[in-house]
């Protein structure tokens, strides 16, 4: 079930926007955010947080810069998702303006598994470095960081994740979710979080005199890769998060952007000059995602970090190949999990637990999270991993912490989850194949016991009706050019409309021709294959829809129910 709930307006807040100049529609979506004043939509850098307040920043770009003066061999250790690829990416392309000699290493998850792993820094030895530098993880990696000081190499871990219960011996740790850490924004990704270390970096070597007589390197430049990784990794974007998705976009749209992002756009059929951080999250992330999920993610690394333009567009289409196989493998195991729930009344359970042999490691995440948007429950999926081993990917909805629900099943059965981590909306897990039902039954009764009942049911927040006159491609392009993501939700509205025509396309999408007083206007709802009847209350995202190079406005339902 889901209900259409209009966002409450705080028409003070609306009121100072407007003063301030903002466009009526945009100080409704905006005061309806939280929205106060218009200082909050100032996304200049000067606006953007100071790296003071990040502990161990200032450590970090110490003993960075000791290692650049010294010659000493710097090894990125990347995750495999594309934050985690964004993030090697401007360590590399930072460290190399400011002379260092940095190489980079991603293992496959298949044979390694996530972060810092003893069996990593084994391989990573191999190419002898003195000192380590994570990105995107490293937080839970207590027995990696160990192994890494028996060889002598120092490390440097960069992450934004959660932290457990004990710290890793690293000599130094940059992630503002650490305990102790003031800085105001906790929900930089982890190419923020390399970002500002890049920054503390430089301001670093600025104090020693390593520019003098040299051009200063722009870090500005990297914005693009941070505003793309931010976006991908799905983190909250408050108002820094929004300058640096802002900055990025930016370049973007202006043609000033690396070469492997605008070889990305070509191989997914976009406009970078009207990019859009739908572009970022819908287009560009899961192409390089893929790299992670089937193959490698160093192929992804490389598009990023290559200067040559033709060597980029030729990975984009190795990444967009991939990237279609990995759509065409999520396709049959969506099949079989809806042919595994067929039947299944989920408003009977407070979770939902899947398996099948022949799924894939690498898609079980984006399963998991097509299965959650159905059903609207907390959903993991597993395949499986190494022998007598299912690895698992959650989703969460609102209303439940995932990672502190397994942090839970953990204290009633110390014995059943090999390791886990994760945040709220999303987790990893691994635990013995033989294990599964009662797993399986485990979680179900802590959720069951952790969740409000009210929050089973999807809620849809919408920002109202929008007048017959916005109903325009001006409308359209207005909200497509503004900043929007998790936790400052894309404009979605909602209103009674006639359905005049109908036709299923692909024989699984819904589209429409609707009319709405004197105004006709086409819509389309994907993945929904019932018709409509003959009046429809819709909840809906204005696009704009290309076609033989004409634009027209276009409604993208999210939900709708007989009126």
Known sequence: MTRILPRPVPIRAVTRLLEAGTHPLLARIYAARGIENREELDYSLKSLLPPTQLKGVREAAEILADAIEAGARMIIVADYDCDGATACAVGIRA???????????????????????????????????????????????????????????????????????????????????QPGCAFPSKALAGVGVMFYTMLALRAELRERGAFEGKTEPNLAELLDLV???????????????????????????????????????????????????????????????????????????????????????????ELDKLNRERRAIEADMQEGAMAELDGIDPGTRSTLTLFEAEWHQGVIGILAGRIKEKFHRPTIAFARGNEGELKGSGRSIPGLHLRDALDLVTKQAPDLILKFGGHAMAAGLTIRENDLARFQALFESVVHGLIDPADLTRNLETDGALEDSLYSLETARLLEREIWGQGFAAPVFDDTFRVENQRILKDKHLKLQLRKGSTRIDAIQFNHAAQAGPSIHAAFRLAVNEYNGVSSIQLMLEHFETA
């Not at 793309?228 to 820094?240: F, I």
């Not at 749209?253 to 739908?278: C, E, H, K, S, Y």
Request: with cysteine; charged share 20%.
């Open 95 to 177: 460290l190399r303006a400011f002379g260092a000699d940095v190489g980079y290493l991603v293992p496959n998850r298949f044979e390694y598994g996530y972060g810092l792993t003893p069996a990593i820094v084994e391989l990573a030895a191999k190419m002898e470095p003195d000192l380590l530098i994570t990105v995107d993880n490293g937080i839970a990696s207590v027995e990696g960081v160990a192994a890494a000081r028996e060889h002598g190499i120092a490390t440097v871990i960069t992450d934004h994740h959660l932290p457990g219960d004990e710290l890793p011996e690293a000599d130094v740790i940059v992630n503002p979710n």
């Open 227 to 317: 505003a793309l990784g931010t976006v991908a990794d799905v983190v909250k974007l408050d108002h820094n998060n929004r300058i640096l998705v802002s900055q990025g976009l930016q370049r973007m749209r202006a043609d000033r952007m690396q070469p492997g992002i605008r070889a990305l756009f070509a191989a997914a059929g976009r406009d970078a000059a009207r990019a859009t951080t739908f572009d970022m999250g819908f287009a560009l992330g899961p192409r390089l995602n893929a790299a992670g999920r089937l193959a490698d993610m160093s192929l992804g690394i490389e598009c990023l970090i290559t200067d040559d333009i033709s060597r980029a567009l030729n990975i984009a289409q």
